[in-house]
């Protein structure tokens, strides 16, 4: 082969070995970003329409949706912290193969989303959420390198449950926290309504419901009403209780349902990261409390 050749070869060779190193570089450089999609879709069911949106977006809509009714917004390093959960759901969703959608997302308890239209959101406490969300730009959190799906609520019952990634932890805080203990108050009808039971036996109304169980938690674990049985987790939905950590009683002719708490009681308690968070711990130092988990990156 003449010689011009050859040195044709190996220079193209060297050409392609420098190019394939810089994209490799490029690619593990960028690796974590690109998890990220540039946008959305949504669907929003309140108003039956999907919405398309940048990632960043949606996130900073579903920490406004966990905002404390009370007015007072949480501390920049509270919200960072929420920001890396949302990012960490959100991903994890969207590597779900499994998980079938007419949308990535679908506003619900889970990705409370709400837009700066539908809630009146001061402009200074947006500055400070955007501040925040900087601060937890693509950080998410991981097991073995992937993120995986976890749990957060606003108040716990005071003690949170055990789950994967997720110890328990005593919270005596957040039984001080305002909105920590809720009642509310049904007729008659409205609870027949709402489980679609019947009284055929005429059981007296004190005696509709059963003894509830308990976990360690606090948590329902069951309880009847006419004989039919109940988990924690159908009461609250079928009477969009707070939480799980629920009391019934009977009393003036009205069914009255005390909540502690106010979420799945799992994870990280947003009023409690907040405690941390007015006493100078970091979004990192928060984030490392309450899950057992690595910080990417």
């Given at each position: 082969?003449?010689?011009?050749?050859?040195?044709?070869?190996?220079?193209?060779?060297?050409?392609?070995?420098?190019?394939?190193?810089?994209?490799?570089?490029i690619?593990?450089?960028?690796?974590e970003?690109?998890?990220?999609?540039q946008?959305?879709?949504?669907?929003?069911?309140?108003?039956?329409?999907?919405?398309?949106?940048s990632?960043?977006?949606?996130?900073?809509?579903?920490i406004c949706?966990?905002?404390?009714?009370?007015?007072?917004?949480?501390?920049?390093?509270?919200l960072?912290?929420m920001?890396?959960?949302?990012?960490?759901n959100a991903?994890?969703?969207?590597n779900?193969?499994?998980?079938?959608?007419?949308?990535?997302?679908?506003?619900?308890?889970?990705?409370?989303f709400?837009?700066?239209?539908?809630?009146?959101?001061?402009?200074?406490?947006?500055k400070?959420?955007?501040?925040?969300?900087e601060?937890?730009?693509?950080?998410?959190?991981?097991?073995?390198?992937?993120?995986?799906?976890?749990?957060?609520?606003?108040?716990s019952?005071?003690?949170?449950?055990?789950?994967?990634?997720?110890?328990?932890?005593e919270?005596?805080?957040?039984?001080?926290?305002?909105?920590?203990?809720?009642e509310?108050?049904f007729?008659?009808a409205?609870?027949?309504?709402?489980?679609s039971?019947?009284?055929?036996?005429?059981?007296?109304?004190?005696?509709?419901?059963?003894?509830?169980?308990y976990?360690?938690?606090?948590?329902l674990?069951?309880?009847?009403?006419?004989?039919?049985?109940?988990?924690?987790?159908?009461?609250?939905?079928?009477?969009?209780?707070?939480?799980?950590a629920?009391?019934?009683?009977?009393?003036?002719?009205?069914?009255?349902?005390?909540?502690?708490?106010?979420?799945?009681?799992?994870?990280?308690?947003?009023?409690?990261?907040?405690?941390?968070?007015?006493?100078?711990?970091?979004f990192?130092?928060?984030l490392?409390?309450?899950?057992?988990?690595?910080?990417?990156?």
């Amino acid at each position: 082969m003449p010689k011009k050749i050859i040195l044709a070869l190996v220079c193209a060779a060297i050409i392609a070995a420098s190019v394939f190193a810089v994209i490799s570089d490029i690619t593990v450089d960028n690796t974590e970003s690109s998890l990220f999609p540039q946008s959305v879709s949504v669907y929003i069911s309140d108003k039956d329409e999907i919405e398309q949106m940048s990632f960043d977006k949606f996130i900073e809509g579903c920490i406004c949706g966990m905002m404390p009714k009370t007015g007072n917004i949480y501390e920049k390093q509270t919200l960072a912290a929420m920001a890396v959960v949302f990012n960490t759901n959100a991903l994890a969703a969207l590597n779900d193969k499994k998980r079938f959608s007419i949308a990535d997302f679908t506003v619900s308890d889970e990705f409370p989303f709400v837009s700066y239209t539908d809630t009146a959101v001061k402009l200074a406490d947006r500055k400070l959420v955007q501040s925040a969300m900087e601060l937890a730009s693509h950080r998410y959190l991981a097991h073995e390198k992937k993120p995986v799906k976890i749990k957060m609520c606003a108040i716990s019952s005071g003690k949170t449950r055990e789950l994967p990634f997720m110890p328990s932890k005593e919270l005596p805080e957040d039984a001080l926290a305002k909105g920590y203990l809720t009642e509310r108050a049904f007729t008659e009808a409205e609870i027949l309504n709402a489980f679609s039971v019947i009284n055929i036996a005429d059981k007296p109304r004190e005696k509709w419901f059963s003894d509830p169980v308990y976990d360690e938690y606090g948590g329902l674990v069951s309880i009847e009403l006419l004989s039919k049985k109940l988990s924690g987790t159908e009461l609250r939905s079928a009477l969009n209780l707070r939480s799980e950590a629920v009391s019934a009683e009977y009393r003036e002719e009205t069914f009255y349902f005390r909540c502690k708490g106010y979420g799945d009681n799992a994870g990280m308690s947003l009023n409690a990261a907040n405690v941390l968070a007015k006493s100078g711990k970091t979004f990192e130092d928060i984030l490392s409390h309450f899950y057992e988990l690595q910080l990417v990156p």
